[in-house]
């Protein structure tokens, strides 16, 4: 004999809610309660910014209060921020610069303004107590271990100082007490966000050295020029037994896994990339790669397939443009596509797939 067992009734704040999503359709409930305050959300994510603090020539800090959906980040992680530049909305990855412990539920970002780039400059520019923006829930895998190591290596170079901010603010809320040392690259004084509050944590705490190097200046600072092995050896000779947090621009990335690779301890490196990844095109490329839901087509020039549909005027929303956010995943209706990052390749019809990091072997249809 089988046992049915009655289904609990719908709390009732679910129930009024399908109730109010059921008669908003075919807009979602959201759509409305935005136009009276645009943080009154049912299901979207959002923040507004509460404070703005433009502390280098080029960077914005911001601080953003987010609506009751938010879950909280871990140090190292990023979130996808969507804005409206022009009539359009643009989402991007920002990593929180505070501590994961910050009490008041605010978080912290900080922007550099790329020139020629959209979403920054407009941060930058524009940003003010009271815009509100569009919020992912955090996410990405640059974190530190749940047991602490006993020492730690923090490295990073210019907007790169986020994530592993965030981490040297938590380690210190935490009451770490392991060796920790911050070393930071800015091509002079005045490029260093947060310089001020970085000599307080070292002042505050005796195992915390912040160490910051200048590649554009020869006087002030802790050192001079660009990274290599002396500056190792000079500000954390124990390196090879620590594990390395690493963000910064693709110069210094690049430097910096040399030596781990020379050192043989490249497991001990964990990074994370800002830049996004370009791929090189394929010159052999053929066939024809066919954008469905616009109706354009082109020849494929083996680039990914978000260079390929911007080159033929198309505009396909986009985030990293390095496959971390998934903001620019389309559906593949047929044909073969490449991962740029893996070399694997994929022939299944109506997959999703990640626009920034594909590129088409042969002819491909996709819902762009
Ligand atoms: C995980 C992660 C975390 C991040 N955290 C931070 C952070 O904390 N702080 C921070 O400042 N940044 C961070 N970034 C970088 C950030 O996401 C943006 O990439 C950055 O702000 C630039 O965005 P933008 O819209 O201003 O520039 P975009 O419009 O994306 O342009 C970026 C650059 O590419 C060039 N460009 C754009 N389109 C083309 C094209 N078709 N062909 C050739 N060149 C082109 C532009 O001229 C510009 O120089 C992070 C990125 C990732 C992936």
Redesign the pocket.
């Known amino acids: 004999m089988t046992t049915t067992i009655p289904k609990p009734p719908l709390p009732s704040g679910s129930r009024l809610m399908r109730l109010a999503e059921a008669m908003a359709t075919p807009h979602s409930l959201d759509r409305y309660l935005e136009l009276v305050n645009p943080m009154m959300s049912a299901r979207e994510l959002r923040a507004e910014v509460t404070e703005v603090w433009r502390q280098t020539d080029d960077t914005v800090t911001l601080t953003l209060r987010p609506t009751r959906q938010w879950r909280g980040f871990t140090a190292g992680q990023?979130v996808n921020v969507g804005v409206v530049v022009d009539g359009i909305r643009?989402t991007?990855?920002?990593?929180p610069?505070c501590s994961q412990y910050r009490r008041d539920g605010r978080f912290e970002?900080?922007?550099?303004a790329?020139?020629?780039?959209?979403?920054?400059?407009y941060l930058f520019g524009a940003a003010e107590p009271g815009l509100v923006v569009h919020l992912s829930q955090a996410a990405?895998e640059f974190v530190l271990p749940q047991t602490r190591p006993d020492r730690i290596l923090l490295i990073s170079g210019g907007?790169g100082i986020?994530?592993v901010l965030s981490m040297l603010r938590t380690l210190c809320d935490e009451n770490y007490d392991g060796t920790v040392t911050f070393l930071h690259y800015a091509y002079t004084d005045r490029d260093v966000a947060y310089a001020a509050e970085l000599r307080q944590l070292a002042a505050a705490h005796a195992n915390v050295d912040v160490v910051l190097a200048y590649t554009d200046q020869d006087n002030g600072g802790d050192l001079h020029g660009f990274f290599g092995t002396e500056h190792l050896d000079t500000v954390a000779p124990w390196f090879r037994d620590a594990q390395t947090y690493l963000c910064g621009p693709p110069g210094l990335m690049r430097a910096v896994r040399t030596e781990f690779r020379e050192h043989d301890i490249e497991s001990r490196l964990h990074t994370?990339?800002?830049a996004p990844v370009v791929a090189i095109a394929d010159d052999d490329a053929t066939g024809t790669v066919r954008f469905v839901s616009s109706g354009v087509q082109a020849e494929n020039s083996g680039a990914s397939l978000l260079?390929q549909a911007?080159e033929a005027g198309l505009s396909p929303t986009y985030?990293?443009?390095?496959g971390?956010?998934f903001s620019c995943t389309a559906v593949k209706t047929s044909g073969c596509t490449r991962n740029l990052r893996t070399g694997e390749t994929d022939s299944d019809p109506d997959q999703p797939i990640q626009l920034c990091i594909s590129a088409p072997v042969g002819d491909v249809e996709i819902q762009v």
């Open positions: 990023f643009h991007r990855c920002y990593s610069a970002l900080t922007v550099k790329q020139e020629g780039g959209v979403v920054s400059p990405g907007s986020t994530p994370e990339e800002f260079e911007e985030g990293c443009r390095m971390i956010c």
